[in-house]
T-cell receptor, first 115, second 113 residues
Framework: SQKIEQNSEALNIQEGKTATLTCNYT??????LQWYRQDPGRGPVFLLL?????KEKRKERLKVTFDTTLKQSLFHITASQPADSATYLC??????????????FGQGTTLQVKP | ETGVTQSPTHLIKTRGQQVTLRCSSQ?????VSWYQQALGQGPQFIFQ???????GRGNFPPRFSGLQFPNYSSELNVNALELDDSALYLC????????????FGPGTRLTVT
């Protein structure tokens, strides 16, 4: 079955630097992959979706890449700010079909941006 | 436009008891998914409801059951609670069967003692 791996160690970076988070999956390549942000004690918030035929997607300071050969997605936050500190979750459809609600999430990577 | 709401926010139950968690979907959304999130882990899919019918279920035993109502709000019921059921239960709403972005509620923190 599909498995997602995100770096479980927290990522600590200095304000202004670029944060890069990694999401690796093990099985089939999904039709699309999503990234969410989660703050402590709150529900995840959708950030970006990238489709399998898209190499890169941008939204303001956020950039996501999707490499189906490597089975990997990278999530970048440029010019990071302390307000970007949160846990970031990678998610994809769970059974190879887009016609289902089964999203599989990684365990998330916690980002800490220091002023 | 109101977002996804969940009730209650916190709940403490004893092992063996039953619990019902509630979710109101975002205005205009007809699909509700439920997730369980243990501390330090990502959300795990429990099941999804689309127009009052279950559409997909994760790896959870039958004592986890759900309902969706005509107004698209939903309930998650858990019978015979176990200590391992302690977690944050998240409800997410979306439109249609295809799972693009989901809009999550704040969650219900369930503690089983």
């Amino acid at each position: 079955s599909q498995k997602i791996e995100q770096n479980s160690e927290a990522l600590n970076i200095q304000e202004g630097k670029t944060a890069t988070l990694t999401c690796n999956y093990t099985n089939y390549s999904p039709a699309y992959l999503q990234w969410y942000r989660q703050d402590p004690g709150r529900g995840p918030v959708f950030l970006l979706l990238i489709r399998e035929n898209e190499k890169e997607k941008r939204k303001e300071r956020l950039k996501v890449t999707f490499d189906t050969t490597l089975k990997q997605s990278l999530f970048h936050i440029t010019a990071s700010q302390p307000a970007d500190s949160a846990t970031y979750l990678c998610a994809l459809v769970g059974d190879g079909s887009s016609n289902t609600g089964k999203l599989i999430f990684g365990q998330g990577t916690t980002l800490q941006v220091k002023p | 436009e109101t977002g996804v709401t969940q009730s209650p926010t916190h709940l403490i139950k004893t092992r063996g008891q039953q619990v019902t968690l509630r979710c109101s979907s975002q205005s205009g959304h007809n699909t509700v998914s439920w997730y369980q999130q243990a501390l330090g882990q990502g959300p795990q899919f429990i099941f999804q409801y689309y127009r009052e019918e279950e559409n997909g279920r994760g790896n959870f035993p039958p004592r986890f059951s759900g309902l969706q109502f005509p107004n698209y709000s939903s309930e998650l019921n858990v019978n015979a609670l176990e200590l391992d059921d302690s977690a944050l239960y998240l409800c997410a709403s979306s439109t249609g069967l295809v799972t693009y972005e989901q809009y999550f509620g704040p969650g219900t923190r369930l503690t089983v003692t």
